[in-house]
């Protein structure tokens, strides 16, 4: 056994990287197999024979597509991509390329800001987007199962006859399970939490292809108190602990009356201090949006909303239309006691959904070429 003593910092920074890479090399053998395999064409046919030779592609398109995402990282394609259905073919694929050592991206919707699709040493991307099954929504105890192609927008239009909503809003199209794999939150944040509060079970794909249910399988406990909390493992992973393919996660009544509203502010110490005290005084909110003036600019000329280039809150409350009425009324005399301005707010649907939308499309105005001034 070496033992290496570095006696004070200065000595510590006098060993440079290059002495120890020596230092390694002269005492431990290196071996020469490389850490990852390639997809050769027999590996190839082992891939057609788990998903099909439909839903295996190797064309430099669909490699390219499949090698980014909405985040500024450079395109990194993988060697394939394989599009499962089931999660015995999700599993049988990570047998497989635990064996020969392909490195294996998972792929949702590529609406992800972080660069984790991004394949830097190649290999196999599953693509999860064909498992779009609604497997079951319990209305009564407020929960849905759902298959890891799933989108929120899906899973709302499914569920929304019902009266029922998952309110988790990244801005984006997002797959459910891939929003559990960033731990995604979002505008509704500050009332419904982010998705690490809204999952209760997870069905997830190991490395070597094992199959775990993260909370037991089928089931779908409110509590979390008993035993290791494996959910919250791998909410949040990024992929890199295993592939989640399927997700059961918390559903909410539709309130009956919902309002938005807006006011601007002469400085950002005045627009924080307003929401800490509407926070203080205990309002109910829904969303509660702090924008800069650049980020104002930016919906101006993205979105024509047609807002004081200030800070500016973007509020919602939610309720019966009484409770609503109320929560706005407060809001709006908290709001002038900090030297707010222009506050408006209104309960008509297209209009509250136009100024949220707008908030969402901020980051597309930021990647504009015609908008580099405003960074």
């Not at 982010?194 to 249910?213: I, Q, Y």
């Amino acid at each position: 056994r070496i033992q290496i003593l570095f006696e004070s910092e200065a000595m510590f920074r006098l060993c440079s990287a290059r002495r120890l890479t020596s230092l390694c090399s002269k005492y431990f053998s290196v071996s020469s197999v490389p850490i990852y395999g390639k997809i050769n064409d027999s590996i190839l046919g082992a891939l057609e024979n788990i998903v099909g030779k439909d839903n295996i592609t190797t064309s430099e398109s669909a490699r390219n597509l499949h090698g980014t995402d909405e985040s500024y990282h450079p395109t990194h394609a993988p060697d394939a991509v394989a599009t499962p259905l089931t999660t015995d073919q999700v599993s049988d694929l990570m047998k497989l390329c635990n064996a020969e050592r392909i490195p294996v991206t998972p792929f949702g919707t590529g609406t992800g800001f972080e660069g984790g699709v991004t394949a830097l040493h190649g290999g196999l991307c599953i693509a999860l987007h064909k498992m779009t099954e609604i497997v079951s929504v319990n209305t009564t105890d407020f929960d849905a199962t759902v298959r890891a192609g799933v989108t929120r927008h899906a899973l709302n239009d499914w569920i929304r006859a019902d009266g029922l909503q998952f309110p988790i809003d990244p801005g984006a199209g997002a797959s459910i399970c891939g929003m559990c794999a960033t731990s995604a939150s979002g505008t509704n944040a500050v009332r419904y939490g982010t998705m690490r509060e809204n999952v209760l079970n997870l069905e997830v794909v190991l490395a070597d292809g094992t199959v775990v249910h993260t909370a037991g399988e089928g089931r779908r406990p409110k509590k979390t108190s008993c035993g290791y909390n494996l959910t919250n493992t791998f909410v949040g992973s990024e992929g890199t602990l295993g592939i989640i393919t399927q997700a059961t996660v918390r559903l909410h009544g539709i309130p009956e009356a919902t309002a938005a509203a807006i006011s601007s502010f002469p400085s950002i110490s005045e627009a924080v201090e307003t929401v800490v005290q509407i926070l203080q005084c205990g309002l109910p909110m829904a969303r509660i949006e702090f924008l800069n003036p650049a980020m104002i600019t930016a919906c101006n000329k993205f979105s024509n909303l047609g807002l004081d280039v200030a800070p500016t809150l973007f509020l919602e409350f939610t309720g019966s239309e009484s409770s609503v009425e109320e929560q706005a009324l407060f809001a709006e005399d908290l709001c002038t006691g900090n030297n707010g301005q222009n506050f408006k707010w209104a309960t008509d649907h297209s209009e509250r959904e136009h100024l949220w939308k707008a908030r969402h499309n901020c980051w597309y105005v930021f990647h504009m070429s015609a908008c580099t001034s405003l960074r």
